[in-house]
């Protein structure tokens, strides 16, 4: 019998991707052109037919790419989780949200496990690499996937591999980006370290168990939520003392060690860094320990969005006018520079405290035409032009898109909020307020 490492050393595995998103299209893009035929599996039959006809909608994928290994027949996508039994190794890269209580929801993760269940076999690896609290590949997959009669480490492997996708990032995309994997036992480590092995040109780091690898995503995300809430919560206090606070930054940046830049905003967003420390602050609660730290830029960030609304309205006070009225025209959607995504982004809890505050608000963002939220789809404007900006009464900068003119923004804007420091380069400070 030929075994499950000979398979991925020879690239005849059968490789399998659950969930299609920013982190599952990417990984069987670069499966299916290191020469293994993959199988992507979503329940939107929308993201499947579009994968099946080579019609890219994920910023990090090269177009040419996906139409070529689709073309050539190494890449197909289906809503058939009958097809599982035909993979060798499937990775599960689904959603992990939080709940209307800021709770974990693991349903995809849970539902994915149960639907390979019927069609696992021997010499199969699993691999997950969605985001999750320290212990779920361990406490919450393998029983499930032992319920196919089949033992973890014997008859089947099982890992957790972080995902690591930042969005946007020119320069480390999924195939050049470290790969942290622990599996259950050293040789599920194993396995899944040849997989990747096989795929990324980057160091695979092993550790010892998936609980580590799992801490260890919560730690990257944390050790950043926790630094941008101190540099959120000093710009407020900076802002009070009439201080300048991204020079501070800049001037602090120039020590060669010691030091790592963090700059403010209006919030955080994305899919990770806003969900994962409630993550392992409810985690933590299971063992009587209180995240206190954790939980303090948790909330100083959190507030970000309200606090640029009350910024905004002391702005336009000194202009003489009411917030409850005003037409204030908000510059990026997204949730970080030059992508398309905008989940969880600030801009949306800026747009909402807005307009409970009865401003009449217009947004323009050169990448997101459109979005979705609480149920409502709401479009933006189609082009930034000089009418648009001299109508506002307020444009507040959200996204520093590096495609939009802020020299033209400022020629025509009555007065500028800039919660990113978007127009550093302009000499007039006249109208402009930094966060």
């Not at 050790?223 to 501070?248: A, D, H, P, Q, T």
Request: one cysteine or more; proline letters at 5%.
């Amino acid at each position: 019998m030929v075994t499950l490492k000979e398979k991925l050393i020879n690239k005849t595995a059968v490789l399998g991707v659950i969930g299609l998103g920013y982190v599952g299209l990417p990984l069987a893009v670069e499966k299916a052109k290191a020469g293994y035929q993959t199988i992507g599996f979503d329940i939107q039959e929308s993201k499947v037919n579009m994968v099946n006809a080579g019609l890219n909608y994920i910023g990090d994928v090269v177009n040419e790419d996906l139409k070529d290994i689709v073309n050539s027949g190494y890449l197909k996508a289906t809503t058939d989780f009958a097809q599982v039994a035909k993979a060798d190794c499937v990775c599960i890269c689904v959603p992990t949200p939080l709940d209307k209580n800021k709770q974990p929801d693991i349903s995809f993760v849970k539902n994915s496990a149960q639907n390979i269940v019927p069609y696992m076999h021997k010499e199969m690896l699993i691999v997950l690499e969605s985001t999750t609290y320290p212990g779920t590949t361990e406490e919450l997959l393998k029983p499930i996937l032992e319920t196919s009669g089949l033992i973890c480490g014997v008859d089947f492997y099982l890992a957790f591999s972080p995902e690591r996708v930042d969005p946007g990032n020119l320069l480390y995309k999924t195939k050049n980006t470290p790969k942290v994997v622990g599996g259950i036992t050293e040789k599920c480590t194993d396995i899944a370290s040849t997989l990747y092995e096989s795929i990324l040109e980057a160091p695979i780091h092993k550790v010892s168990s998936p609980a580590i690898a799992e801490m260890e995503k919560i730690l990257e995300n944390t050790y950043r939520n926790v630094n941008i809430g101190l540099v959120n919560e000093l710009s407020i206090l900076c802002n009070k003392m009439g201080i300048n606070f991204w020079e501070v930054v800049d001037a602090a940046k120039s020590k060669p060690y010691g030091f790592q830049a963090f700059y403010p905003g209006p919030g955080i967003g994305g899919h990770c860094i806003p969900l994962d420390p409630y993550y392992l602050s409810w985690k933590a609660k299971e063992f009587g320990f209180h995240t206190s730290m954790i939980e303090a830029s948790m909330m100083i960030n959190d507030r970000m969005p309200e606090y640029c609304v009350e910024r905004a309205s002391r702005i336009l006070n000194k202009w003489k006018k009411a917030i409850n009225g005003s037409t204030i025209l908000v510059l990026g959607i997204a949730y970080k520079q030059d992508i398309d995504d905008y989940r969880e982004s600030p801009a949306l809890r800026v747009i909402d405290e807005l307009e409970k505050e009865g401003a009449i608000v217009r947004f323009f963002d050169p990448f997101v035409p459109m979005y979705q939220h609480q149920g409502i789809i709401k479009s933006g404007e189609p082009a930034l032009t000089d009418e648009l900006i001299r109508n506002a009464d307020l444009v507040i900068i959200t996204t520093n898109h590096s495609t939009v003119n802020y020299s033209f923004v400022h020629q025509h804007a009555k007065v500028v909020f800039d919660t990113k420091n978007a127009m550093k380069e302009i000499e007039s400070r006249g109208k402009i307020e930094l966060l």
